[in-house]
């Protein structure tokens, strides 16, 4: 049996995005390579290791905030997986899908009745840039009405600046401007509680004036909140997962080349996008329970049994609601009926098995509640735009026109 392979990871630990791309890389370790891992616990903004100036190994995977840590981990001669980069030198080949966590955001906003929506930043770095024009992209596709922050961090290249009281005034100057009810999403957790702070400074109520919702979900922080911290989570164990993919083609590409240089060749690479798994709701954007707790119930149903065949009939008997007071209220608050949104739970469970196995299209009708193949392949294409086949395709590559 041939030696594991010197795996460096130079990933954060402090972070949960962190720790769970650790648990990633470490899933396909066990299941498709044999790698002997390198790595000690690390704060985001830290630099190469003293120790490891010199290190000899077979690949790393990195998130390198900075352009001198970049430019050090170049230096080592091995293939190297970025996970972050400052955007110009150095960017990140295996990504959070910002389009779809926008659309995620934008969705969930609008769900819980928030008539404006508005997206908070202090940092002005690349991948967060990337997430605020997302906002604005899927806001202006829905026609709603949006506000972004306008940004009061200076003086850092960093993706991950610190927090400075000096930020405090112009957020909550902002937040009082904002039309309400407004719905806001904040680029990452630690942001969104600065959110929830300033409105707690004006008196607002969350979530029945103003709906927080972070990215990144870390699960004790958002818990822990008053209100809890509704968040998305980014399915970080995807990243790191598909970072060792990558990583192991990388070396077994190199393997394969000529071995009279020592220098390993670079492999460029096409950015690998990973969707985020979903948005967990909590209290901070939990706005319909307060003002309609019967069409709260109708969500919560649905996001429950749209895939089980449920039709609105069934709906309103469980609610002990007529289906035309129903369609009525649920129109109210969504702009869409009841069975529209059945639908599109289903089609979103059945992108998910599109990405996520290799079940045929038949299957994954019926998984998802569609009484016909032919229904749901019609319901798919006009909601998404492409057929089911066309989406699996364009995610994994190939040619979807077979």
């Not at 080592?76 to 899908?97: F, I, N, Y």
């Not at 600046?161 to 957790?189: C, H, M, N, S, Y």
């Not at 790191?240 to 071995?259: C, P, T, V």
């Amino acid at each position: 049996m041939a030696d594991p392979k010197q795996i460096l990871l130079l990933v954060e630990t402090s972070r949960v995005f962190g720790r769970d791309v650790i648990q990633g890389i470490s899933r396909y370790a066990k299941e498709r390579a044999n790698w002997l891992f390198h790595f000690e616990d690390r704060g985001i903004n830290e630099g190469l290791p003293p120790s490891l100036d010199n290190w000899h190994g077979d690949g790393i995977i990195a998130r390198s905030p900075t352009r001198p840590l970049a430019k050090a981990i170049g230096e080592l001669q091995c293939p190297v997986v970025e996970l972050l980069g400052d955007g110009k030198v150095q960017s990140a080949e295996v990504r959070t899908d910002e389009k779809r966590t926008a659309e995620l955001a934008v969705d969930h906003l609008l769900k819980q009745g928030f008539e404006h929506l508005a997206f908070y930043s202090f940092a002005n770095s690349w991948w967060s840039d990337a997430r605020r024009d997302a906002f604005a992209e899927t806001t202006e596709i829905r026609g709603c009405s949006f506000n972004i922050f306008p940004g009061a961090f200076k003086g850092s290249n960093l993706p991950y600046p610190t927090w400075r009281q000096t930020f405090e005034k112009p957020l909550v100057q902002w937040i009082d401007r904002l039309p309400k009810p407004v719905g806001i999403w904040a680029v990452g957790d630690s942001q969104a509680i600065r959110v929830l702070e300033a409105c707690r400074s004006l008196n607002l109520r969350v979530p029945a004036e103003v709906g927080i919702l972070g990215t990144a979900n870390e699960d004790v922080v958002c818990s822990m909140l008053s209100p809890s911290l509704s968040s998305i989570d980014l399915n970080a164990i995807e990243v790191g997962y598909k970072a060792a993919a990558l990583l192991d083609a990388k070396m077994r590409k190199n393997e394969a080349k000529s071995k009279r240089s020592r220098r390993c060749s670079k492999v460029k690479t096409t950015p690998v996008f990973v969707p985020p798994s979903g948005v967990i709701m909590r209290e901070s954007t939990n706005r319909m329970a307060v003002i309609d707790p019967e069409i709260d119930e109708a969500i919560k149903i649905i996001e429950r049994s749209a895939i089980y065949g449920l039709t609105v009939d069934q709906l309103a008997e469980e609610l002990l609601l007529s289906r035309s007071t129903l369609e009525r209220r649920f129109r109210q608050y969504f702009k869409c009926s009841p069975s529209q949104e059945i639908n599109h739970i289903r089609v979103e469970r059945a992108k998910g098995f599109l990405r996520e196995t290799a079940w045929p299209i038949k299957l994954i009708s019926e998984k998802t509640g569609f009484d016909l193949p032919e229904n749901f392949v019609r319901y798919f294409k006009r909601l998404v735009g492409e057929t089911p086949r066309q989406y699996r395709m364009r995610f994994y590559g190939g040619d979807a026109s077979k």
